[in-house]
């Protein structure tokens, strides 16, 4: 079970950082074995003052043993005490190298986390991402990736509290009668039985605490992302409303274990002090000195001061941990999801296959079809050639941009092929896309400057082809206004842009990849129909020495502007 665990915490975290647990692990077991030689040494300190004889006499062959044996009183305590803070400095400076570590080791297993997540997810096939809502994966991404690293952490710190435990209780039940073991044996029991009896409840609050964030942060993105029509409509109470349920049952359930925490400590606490004091009736009852009592009283005092807070720090971690569980296993989830994209694999072929000029694109035989359901794309063949302005045309719910992520090569289809000069561009995706620009139905901008969303990149951007771009599709014309130019924030979405505007950005964004081919996915659909017939005249101007396969729902007054209209039913 420890291997299968240590296993899918390699799979989670990889090898140089399952080291590095492996580390955390010793040095908290290195604090907590400090922890008991601390309290063990204090103890000793009152007997050796106390009765020198009793605790000495057996060691004085001891060379050390017998210098420190023949000192008078003062010197014995000056160098006992000595001894001690010693001790505990050196224990102290390790507690805080072990609170740096376990801080390190979260912050680099959510750090590695949320990269490898953010990654899975940009790589995953396009058909995943029609499936899942964004939000959901924003959420396992922040808020699931915290509670997994906090997982590891919680488990470290639990370790280390065991060993602990175990330590103590060792050196208590080395000192003292049966009646004290199963005294403490008892106080064990406690704790595993209040543990058995919460963990239930623990599991629901867990997984109804991960359900709830998923709904709150969809709330959120609705409302923000809809925020044109939630302020028009009058819809701000609605989305409070339904943020503010699935917000207050999310946070409930981090109450109640907060509460459920709380407890073991209060029982606890009031079993320690039954303890103390029956250990004190025993020793009073059997009529022991002070001088006998007091070495062994203040071991078991100083044991019960650190395990009371020991077991219940062990509860809460092991609450925490059924609480974090969930977490953890849908990270686990999300990593053995086999849903990937193959990357580009550079080879000689490839690169030939790059510098090779769009001659024909083949569309031979499609079939499409979501699952189970029926056929969307039915036995499509069509030929494009360098050049060509094709227009499929039809209904909502005809197929059209089905179609056009198949061209894009985003699904896969049922049956049939198509070939990018003769060759099927599945296996060959990477450089298909570099041969492609693409203009979409729904115009996602950057909450950034015009510059970055044109080139999608922060550094190494063309300047020629940015320039070119832009002055193309007329841009330039609107860049001038600004005062900032290119460098002009654009606002969430492109707010702070007309609907022209962000369609030549879009375009110029298309056109900024030196694409041979074109693709626009009704790219003109969001405006009225006398800019349409505008806009779209610029795009096929601009474009005239590329292929452009378009799509439209209304296409009467400009069909004669492609060679070829297909349409679709």
């Known amino acids: 079970m420890i291997n299968l665990f240590f296993k899918d915490l390699k799979f989670l ?3 140089r950082l399952l080291y590095f647990v492996y580390i955390v692990f010793f040095i908290s077991s290195l604090v907590a074995i400090l922890d008991v030689i601390s309290i063990g040494s204090v103890a000793l300190f009152v007997g050796v003052i106390l009765e020198p004889e009793k605790f000495l006499i057996n060691y004085t062959h001891f060379e050390l043993i017998n210098s420190y044996y023949n000192l008078d009183i003062l010197n014995r305590v000056i160098i006992g005490s000595v001894i001690i803070l010693s001790i505990f400095i050196f224990k102290g400076i390790l507690t805080f190298i072990n609170s740096y570590l376990n801080a390190q080791l979260a912050y680099e297993i959510k750090i590695y986390l949320s990269k490898k997540l953010f990654t899975s997810y940009l790589y995953r096939d396009y058909s995943f991402h029609i499936d899942k809502n964004p939000s959901t994966l924003w959420k396992n991404i922040i808020t699931e990736v915290a509670h997994c690293s906090g997982y590891v952490s919680v488990l470290s710190n ?7 435990v175990i330590g103590i209780l060792f050196v208590v039940i080395s000192n003292s009668t049966i009646y004290f073991t199963l005294i403490f044996l008892f106080f064990t029991l406690i704790v595993y039985f209040l543990n058995k009896y919460f963990k239930k409840q623990i599991k629901s ?16 993105n609705h409302a923000l992302g809809s925020i044109k029509e939630t302020i028009l409509f009058n819809r701000e109470n609605w989305f409070i409303s339904l943020f503010n349920e699935s917000n207050t049952i999310s946070e409930k359930q981090k109450k109640n274990l907060t509460i459920i925490n709380s407890f073991p400590r209060l029982f606890i606490e009031l079993i320690s002090i039954v303890i103390l ?6 020793f009073v009852y059997k009529n022991y000195t002070v001088t006998e009592i007091l070495p062994f009283l203040t071991l078991i005092t100083l ?9 219940s720090l062990i509860s809460i971690h092991l609450n925490s941990l059924r609480f974090l569980k969930t977490a953890k ?5 999300e990593f053995n999801n086999k849903n990937k994209r193959k990357k580009f694999n550079s080879s000689n072929n490839n690169n030939n296959l790059k510098k090779e000029k769009f001659k024909t694109l083949f569309i031979k035989k499609i079939n499409f079809r979501y699952d189970k359901s029926k056929k969307i794309i039915d036995n499509l063949n069509l030929s494009i050639k360098n050049k060509d302005k094709i ?21 896969k289809p049922t049956s049939g092929k198509i070939l990018f000069n003769k060759k099927d561009i599945l296996k060959n995706l990477d450089i298909f896309h570099s041969k492609i620009g693409y203009v979409p139905q729904d115009i996602y901008l950057l909450d950034d400057t015009i510059k970055k969303n044109i080139t999608f990149s922060d550094a190494g951007y063309d300047k020629r082809l940015l320039k070119k771009s832009i002055e193309k599709t007329r841009l330039s014309l609107d860049i001038k206004k600004f005062i900032k130019g290119v460098n002009t924030k654009i606002g969430h979405r492109g707010r702070k842009l007309s609907g022209g505007q962000k369609q030549r950005l879009a375009l110029a964004r298309a056109l900024y990849r030196n694409p041979e081919i074109l693709i626009m996915d009704e790219p003109t659909s969001s405006i009225d129909e006398k800019s349409e017939i505008k806009i779209l005249n610029e795009f096929l101007n601009v474009s005239k020495n590329l292929t452009v396969i378009m799509v439209a729902h209304r296409a009467k007054k400009f069909e004669n502007k492609f060679n070829k209209v297909i349409k679709l039913k």
């Open 13 to 15: 975290i990889g090898k």
């Open 158 to 164: 639990l370790f280390g509290a065991v060993v602990l």
């Open 205 to 220: 609050l867990s997984e109804k605490r991960a359900f709830y964030d998923s709904e709150s942060s969809k709330t959120i």
């Open 277 to 282: 004091l029956i250990v004190f009736i025993f």
């Open 303 to 311: 044991s019960i001061m650190r395990l009371v807070p020991v077991f």
């Open 329 to 333: 296993k849908i990270i686990f989830k």
């Open 391 to 411: 227009l499929f045309v039809g209904p909502s719910g005809s197929g059209k941009s089905t179609l056009i992520n198949l061209l894009l090569g985003l699904l």
